[in-house]
């Protein structure tokens, strides 16, 4: 019997022995299938999670955020206890105990879907399992994912620290409302960092894991309310807050930023505009798109806040006086229906989606406002953020759209959206409100410091929320006459002088496909003329013959040393800026004008840093020859020399430099640019007014301004020039630079002496002479110029051309006596033999 008793015991211990052994090979065979394609625990180890990259004023001031995520990452270490203990209070209490995965709480998850037939499904998911899903699995519900969740978690807490996992699970996990780890959600919820948050705060965001697009603080209030209950409970019972703590936090109403009770963190940051998307545009294009938006960069920009301001207001100052001289209404494009007005809660809520900017600035902030009535002498609007019974009122007088063209009544309807701005009086009181639009016609405007390249404003047109397209980096348009200090450059350092005589008279050229009559733009031919006359009155007809002269290779080589073009064509009509380009290239390549002859690398960023504050990228490449002696005294500064490369003789850029001056004291930008230091620069225009240009600097600024139609057409019916367009644009920005940062004489490179000459003749002066036609020209030592020489360029000159006087007259006109831009005179054949003189080139 006992041995019955022992041989049945004895089997029943080797079936179950067995089936143990089954059940553990079936397991090992189960994890092993399923493991053998999972990442490694080395690959967990090297995680990065995505986060927020940031651009960084010079002074430190934020001012823009690229993300797919909105995550901000934060060390381990810097993530306080308390939002720690929430989250394992709320998600994982036995944390610190477990080997990665809890198999009571598995069993228990099961046992509650067998028993409730799969209606019931609880995740039961430690911490690390959250992670391992989170990085490396999909969300879906099948016992294949959470038998790979377990393997994953078991390696997680082999290979890394607990502490580890967890910062890895605050800074991954998904919070709602776009927000992704505890630091961006502290924000996005309470706009608070994670060491101002109180227990109440740091348990609404554990609170949210659990299922954050039905957790909404305003829209699940209750709900939400009663999960960070529970978690305030979890944590006093885990010992992580006492009971005082608890009753005074549970108490707490709960507020967010969703409920108006905090000012949303983006409200602190300026509009995005078109200086720190074009940032984000050249590292997209460096550190590639994807690393740059989830890279976690810290991004140094070049910016003065201040003068992008200034910047943004010139420029638009200047593009909505030529749209209000067209007098035509086009609007915002946008209207709202018949069912969206009846009622202010519905064209409210309409107004508020409404696809208008709001960015603009300009003698004060344009609103969205809708036209809710039309009578004879005014308009009765709604404005975005106004009360209807605001003091200010809620019309637009009749006499603030007196400049537009047309009937009254024919340019509004009922349901338009609009922009309006407050209109207020000298004495800085509401006068009115009053209409605006963006206009058509666009432009940009840049300025940088000309001895390190660095950009401190850029504006690419109107409005970024209205255009996004950058006209200062991405619009490739015809330079006009702003291209021609680059063929002068050409000359003067192939020989010529700023007094060398060049024949201004007409040029016929045979072009295979036609002929090209190039003309001046005031349709007049000077005759010889020396060139300093030549580039400050703009002179194309001398221009096209100097590049003949010198070659059009040699100029389309100094074109390309500049960084104007990358492969000029070497034709002569791209002399007077026919080939096209950008204004960020143009401001640059005058900034080596400024700088002596220097070649500076224009740039937006100073610095980069990534997630871990290392610097990957510095612009400052400058040598500092003392930095590490250390036997400087503290009254010694380290000499820093800089690394930069010559692309021009110091004499030439100083010789260009002093034409260009004249350009402002008495060329085409005379009457436009007035500043108190010197100031040289350069108009351009292209045919028929389709682009105009203002490139000009001062010792130490440079600045740029282009206008255009998108498409380009003619502006103003063709009377827009550089001149009287971009002119008052860089006036009024760098009367402000100027206050700034200051200007001084342009520096006189060794080498030289002057010469004084008469700028109308050519012709040397005595070293006394003074008057309006007396200019000093800097000459290079040992070179003595040769007065009284002619260069045509290798184009004949018939008797019969007319020299001095318009062609438009002189077709038709016999030989008659002239006066000459000198005061002589000259006589002045019949009809011109080439036939009829018209424009091609640029001015």
Same mark, same amino acid.
């Given at each position: 019997m006992i041995r019955f008793v022992l041989s049945f015991l004895g089997g029943i211990f080797t079936l179950v022995t067995a089936g143990i052994a089954m059940v553990a090979l079936s397991v090992g065979a189960i994890f092993w299938v399923y493991g053998r394609d999972l990442p490694s625990h080395e690959a967990l180890a090297r995680y990065q999670p995505k986060s927020i990259s940031r651009i960084y004023s010079g002074e430190g001031?934020?001012?823009?955020?690229?993300?797919?995520?909105?995550?901000?990452?934060?060390?381990?270490?810097?993530?306080p206890d308390l939002v720690k203990n929430a989250f394992i209070s709320a998600e994982d209490k036995n944390f610190y105990t477990h080997a990665g995965y809890d198999p009571r709480?598995?069993?228990?998850?099961?046992?509650?879907?067998?028993?409730?037939?799969?209606?019931?499904?609880?995740?039961?998911?430690?911490?690390?399992?959250?992670?391992?899903?989170?990085?490396?699995?999909?969300?879906?519900?099948?016992?294949?994912?959470?038998?790979?969740?377990?393997?994953?978690?078991s390696r997680l807490v082999e290979s890394l620290p607990k502490d580890e996992i967890l910062g890895i699970y605050l800074n991954e996990i998904f919070l709602g409302q776009n927000s992704y780890g505890v630091t961006a959600a502290a924000r996005v919820y309470f706009n608070k960092s994670l060491t101002e948050l109180a227990p109440h705060e740091a348990a609404t965001l554990a609170a949210m894991p659990q299922a954050p697009s039905n957790y909404h603080p305003v829209r699940a209030r209750e709900r939400v309310t009663q999960r960070r209950n529970y978690v305030l409970r979890e944590m006093l019972e885990n010992g992580y807050i006492d009971q005082a703590t608890y009753e005074t936090e549970v108490a707490q109403p709960l507020r967010s930023v969703q409920a108006g009770d905090f000012e949303p963190y983006r409200n602190q940051l300026p509009p995005r505009d078109y200086f720190t998307d074009e940032i984000r545009r050249q590292l997209s294009d460096d550190f590639g798109e994807e690393e740059f938006f989830s890279g976690g960069y810290t991004v140094r920009a070049t910016v003065d806040p201040d003068m992008q301001d200034v910047a943004a207001r010139a420029l638009r100052h200047k593009l909505e006086e030529v749209d209000r001289n067209l007098g035509v209404w086009r609007g915002t494009g946008a209207a709202l229906t018949e069912d969206q007005l009846a009622s202010e809660e519905a064209w409210r809520a309409a107004l508020d989606s409404a696809d208008v900017p709001r960015d603009i600035d300009l003698g004060g902030q344009w609103r969205p406002a809708v036209v809710r009535e039309i009578a004879a002498q005014s308009l009765t609007i709604g404005i975005e953020d106004v009360a209807l019974d605001d003091p200010r009122g809620t019309s637009v007088p009749r006499s603030?759209?007196?400049?537009?063209?047309?009937?009254?009544?024919?340019? %509004?309807?009922?349901? =338009? $959206?609009?922009?309006? !701005?407050?209109?207020?009086?000298? @004495? &800085?009181?509401?006068?009115?409100?009053s209409l605006r639009q963006v206009?058509?016609?666009?432009?940009? %405007?840049?300025?940088? =410091? $000309?001895?390190?390249? !660095?950009?401190?404003?850029?504006? @690419? &047109?109107?409005?970024?929320?209205?255009?996004?397209?950058?006209?200062?980096?991405?619009?490739?348009?015809?330079p006009g006459s702003s291209f021609k200090p680059f063929v002068y450059a050409s000359a003067l350092d192939s020989g010529y002088t700023p007094a060398t005589i060049v024949i201004d008279a007409p040029i016929e050229i045979d072009t295979g496909e036609g002929l090209w009559r190039p003309k001046n733009s005031s349709n007049k031919f000077y005759g010889p003329t020396p060139l300093r006359t030549g580039i400050e009155m703009s002179r194309n007809l001398m221009t096209v013959r100097l590049a003949r002269e010198v070659g059009m290779d040699v100029v389309a080589e100094y074109a390309e040393r500049f960084g104007v073009y990358d492969d000029m064509s070497p034709y002569l009509a791209n002399s007077l800026g026919a080939e096209e380009t950008t204004l960020y290239k143009m401001v640059a390549a005058y900034a080596m004008f400024a700088n002596g002859g220097e070649r500076v690398e224009p740039t937006l960023v100073d610095r980069v840093q990534d997630r871990y504050g290392k610097t990957i990228y510095r612009h400052d490449q400058r040598i500092c020859v003392d930095c590490e002696d250390l036997s400087l005294t503290p009254s010694q500064s380290p000499r820093i020399l800089p690394n930069r490369q010559r692309v021009m003789d110091a004499i030439t850029a100083y010789q260009l430099t002093s034409m260009m001056q004249g350009v402002v004291q008495r060329g085409t930008a005379a009457r436009v640019v007035n500043l108190p230091v010197p100031t040289a620069g350069k108009t351009g225009t292209s045919n028929d007014a389709r682009d105009a240009w203002f490139v000009g600097f001062t010792s130490n600024i440079v600045a740029g301004c282009y206008i255009g139609y998108d498409t380009p057409r003619p502006m103003l019916g063709g009377r827009g020039y550089g001149g009287t367009l971009c002119g008052p644009v860089f006036q009024e920005f760098m009367t402000e630079a100027v206050k700034e940062f200051g200007g001084g004489p342009f520096?006189?490179?060794?080498?030289?002496?002057?010469?004084?000459?008469?700028?109308y003749t050519g012709a040397r002066l005595p070293q006394e002479a003074s008057g309006a036609n007396v200019v000093a020209e800097y000459f290079r030592d040992g070179e003595e110029p040769i007065f009284g020489i002619f260069y045509d360029g290798g184009f004949a000159m018939g008797s019969d051309l007319p020299l001095f006087d318009s062609a438009a007259e002189a077709r038709n006109q016999a030989q008659r006596q002239v006066t000459t831009s000198t005061g002589e005179t000259a006589t002045v054949g019949p009809n011109a033999g080439f036939g009829t003189l018209s424009s091609g080139g640029l001015y």
């Open positions: 001031q934020l001012i823009d955020e690229f993300a797919r995520e909105h995550r901000l990452y934060t060390p381990t270490e810097e993530i709480g598995i069993a228990a998850a099961i046992f509650e879907a067998i028993q409730t037939r799969g209606e019931s499904v609880r995740g039961a998911s430690t911490i690390p399992q959250q992670v391992a899903k989170n990085l490396f699995l999909s969300g879906d519900r099948r016992i294949e994912r959470k038998v790979k969740e377990v393997i994953l978690a603030d759209i007196q400049w537009l063209r047309g009937d009254f009544f024919d340019n %509004f309807e009922v349901g =338009d $959206v609009v922009l309006v !701005r407050e209109v207020k009086t000298s @004495g &800085g009181e509401f006068d009115h409100w206009p058509e016609v666009q432009g940009g %405007f840049m300025a940088m =410091d $000309v001895n390190n390249g !660095r950009v401190i404003a850029m504006q @690419g &047109g109107f409005s970024y929320q209205d255009s996004v397209f950058n006209r200062a980096t991405q619009a490739r348009r015809q520096e006189i490179p060794e080498g030289g002496h002057f010469i004084k000459i008469d700028r």
